[in-house]
Structures are given as C-alpha cells and as structure tokens.
C-alpha cells in the first residue's frame, strides 16, 4: 500500500533481511512496495536477468536505483541497452583470458606486497584489520590495472589514498540515497549532489584528474585502453571516460575485499574447516613462490570455502532492480505487467529453505557433492549475476580472492579477536556491506 516501508528497511541498512523473512512468509514472490516484486528461485534469475530470446526485450535498469542523478553522465552499469553492448565489447579486451595471463605478474606483485607488509605489521601488533588490508590490497590491484602508476600506493604507505576512502563512504552514502530515492524523497540529494556537496561529488573531481592522466600517458595493455582508443566511435567525452574508470575500480575492488573478510570471519569461526583448508593449501606447495594465479586453480577445497562464503556473505548482497518489459512478460510462472519493479535479492535466495539444506550452516562440503546437502539447488546462488549484464570482472574476482587466500592461509596461522566475534551479527547492507573492523591475530608459520 505504501513506499515508506520498503524506503525505511532500505536506507536502515536491513532490506536484504526484511526480504528474506518476507520470502519466509509468503513464498518466492512477494510485493515489497506497490510497484515492486522481489523474486526468490534459480528460474526467476533467468527470467529478469537472463539472456533473451530473438525479437524478445532485454528487461531495462530501473532508473530509481541506477540513474538517481540524472545530470551526471553514464557509465556500463547504468548505459542503456544499445551504448551497454558497445562499451562491453571495448571492456571485454581487458578481462580476456589473454590479459588475464598479461596481468598475472602485476596481481601476483600486489599479493605478495601485502604479505611482506603484514609480516612487518604483525611484528609491532599481532592484531590486524584485515578489512584494511583487504582493501589495500584489491584497490592497489584494480588501480593498477586501470591506471598504472603503482595502483593507489595503498599497500605501500599501509593507508588508504583519500580515494579509495571518498569510495567507502560514498557506497554507504549511496545506498541510503537509494533508499530514499525509492519514496520518492531523492530531491534534496540531487539538489546537494549538484551543489557538489556529497562524498561523490570530491571522489568524482579525484578521478577526473586520474582519467587526464591516464589518456597524457599514452597506450598500455590496462582495463582503459580499449576505451581510450574508440573513444570518438563510442562517443565518450572526459566524463564519460571518468564515470566508467570510477565505476571499474569500485566494483573491482570493494566486492572482491569484502568477500574476503566474509571468507576470513567465517573460517575462523569455523576451525574445523579451517584446519582442512590449511591442510590443503600447506600440504599444495613446498615454498610461497610455487603459489600462483594457475596453481592455486588447484586448491578445491578452498574454491568450496570460497563459494559457500559467496553463498553465506554475497558482496551485492541486495536486489539489483530491473523493470517490466514493453507488453509485461513472464518471470517465474507469474505474469508481470509492463513497468513493474523486479529483482532477486542474493541474501534471500541464497538463505532460502527450498534451495540450501541448513541454510544458515557455514558448509562448504555443499560444494562438493557431500549426500548430505545433494537436494541443494546450487544454481540459485549467482553472486556475480546472469545474462548480458552480469559480471564482466569474475574470472578476475576468482583469481585475486584464490591467491589472496592461499597466501594468507600458507604463510599465517589466523585467529579472530574477542572484538570481532560478532562481525557478522547485525551488519547494515545496503547495496554492499558497511562492514565493521576485522581484526585478526596473525603469526607468521615457522618453516
Ligand atoms: C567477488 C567479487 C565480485 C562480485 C560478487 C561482483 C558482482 C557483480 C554483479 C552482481 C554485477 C551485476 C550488477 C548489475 O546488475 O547492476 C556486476 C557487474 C560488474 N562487475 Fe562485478 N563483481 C565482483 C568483482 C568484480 C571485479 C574484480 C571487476 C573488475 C573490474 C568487476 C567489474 C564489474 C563491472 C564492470 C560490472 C558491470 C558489467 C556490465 O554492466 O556489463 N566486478 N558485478
């Protein structure tokens, strides 16, 4: 009957959760707000989401979430339909198997800088965030793939660049603008975004300045290039080239760093799983330097550890909004008219009872055929989205979390802080956790 509601849960920080009580209690379709459906099953990902037949209709981006500032220029997450397919295709280039292999040696400098820096900081205080350095270490990635120029110098000054903070704040900011934006109250937002008063507006003008950089410094083999080269094709003014080089190292880095503190929190409070992972990976290889992007593929165990912390902890842990097609369409058995709404919230399906065998169980024996959990239905997890607008960066995401983790795992002997016992317990989610500190006890292994 009301927008309020859904509004309040959202920019309170606990929609995921309302939504998954809501699927609790009514099945898996429920109307959150007069015009919007939330969906919870494997079918329903591939109706809204999903590749389309010939002559059907890609189901659009709800404006609401991803253009509340409709001054600003667009980017691939918010480009409509036809400008989408074209940057893809210029993106594509650098998220290649090709580049992938090209960006081994730089990916594989970073991680082991963040071991190096962690054994010097653990000799002052054996207690870590590791929410920070997780952080460090996937900005200064991403950063380097998108710029050059020793990434964001993260790891090498043991702080954030003012950068990546102006992120931080700026996703948090965002996801309550959201909210409100969804009750129709986003007007004093875009008027103060204008104003150029929000976190946005002073990490915009930091990018801005990165991008001018980057085109001076001629042609390199990063995620920009591809950009930069058809630029006058594509039609991408210095604002456009900004927005998407913004956009690029949030969703490269943040998503990436949060999924490895989820991965971290759950295993130390898991030290039976823990154990068998150091197992895995201690008994995997006989020196740190044997441990790479393409040995660590190896490690199935740990890839278990690391689905089931997608499942548990999904890093876009919301709905990601998209709307009913011209003439309405059908989504999971059910008719929705043309307009309406439409999402799968990851938190909800991915605790669903009609799809996961103890839903709430850290197990990630799910992942490898234990009996135990075989009437799991694992397809209707999809953390990085389906179709032609799901992640570009997810074989990139695989290869930064596997080497991050076998790293930590081969070299320190972990184990949670009485602070972070309750981590997890009543984290605000918005579009992406605001997570608290992880703070960590490290000692190096004795070899
Ligand atoms: C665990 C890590 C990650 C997760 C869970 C994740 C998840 C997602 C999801 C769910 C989407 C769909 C968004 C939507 O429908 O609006 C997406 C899109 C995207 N992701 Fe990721 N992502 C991760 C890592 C990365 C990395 C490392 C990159 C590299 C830069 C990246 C770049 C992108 C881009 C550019 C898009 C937009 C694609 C498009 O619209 O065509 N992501 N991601």
Known sequence: MSVFPRAIWHARGFL??????LHKRYGSVVRISPNELAFSSPQAWRDIYGHRKAGEEEFPKYDGTYKIFPHLPTSIINSNRQDHSALRRQLAHGFSDRSMREQEPIIGSYVDLLV????????????????????????????????????????????????????????????IIQGLTH?????????????????????????????????????????????????????????????????????????????????????????????????????AFKSDD????????????????????????????????????????????HFVPQGTVLSVFQWAVNHDERYWTEPEKFAPQRWLGDSKYKGDTLDAMQSFSVGPRNCIGRNLAYAEMRLILAKLVYNFDMTLSESSRGWLRDQKAYTVWDKPALDVYLKPVAR
Request: net charge neutral; glycine share 10%; charged share 20%.
């Open 183 to 283: 009750a129709g109250l986003g007007g004093p937002f875009i008027w103060a975004s204008r104003m150029g008063l929000l976190a946005d507006n002073k990490h915009r003008s930091i990018v801005h300045e990165k991008v001018a950089q980057r085109v001076e410094s001629g042609e390199r083999p990063d995620f920009l290039e591809g950009l930069i080269r058809k630029r006058g094709e594509l039609n991408l003014d210095h604002g456009h080239l900004a927005m998407n080089a913004s956009l690029l190292v949030i969703a490269g880095s943040e998503t990436t760093a949060t999924l490895l503190s989820g991965a971290t929190f759950l295993l130390l409070t898991h030290p039976e799983i823990l154990k068998k992972l150091e197992q895995e990976v201690r008994s």
């Open 16 to 21: 995921p959760y309302h939504v998954n009580e």
């Open 290 to 333: 044997e441990i790479t992007l393409s040995s660590v593929g190896n490690l199935s165990y740990m890839l278990a550890c690391l689905n089931e912390s997608l499942r548990r902890y999904p890093p876009v842990v919301t709905g990601l909004p998209r709307v009913g097609p011209k003439g309405g369409a059908m989504v999971d058995g």
């Open 116 to 175: 190096s820096r962690l054994k010097e900081a653990v000799q002052k205080n054996s207690s870590q965030n590791l929410r920070e350095w997780y952080n460090y270490a996937t900005f200064d990635i991403i950063g380097d793939l998108s710029f050059g120029d020793g990434g964001f110098g993260c790891l090498a000054s043991s702080d954030y660049h003012p950068w990546v903070q102006l992120v931080t704040q700026t996703v948090r900011q965002s996801g």
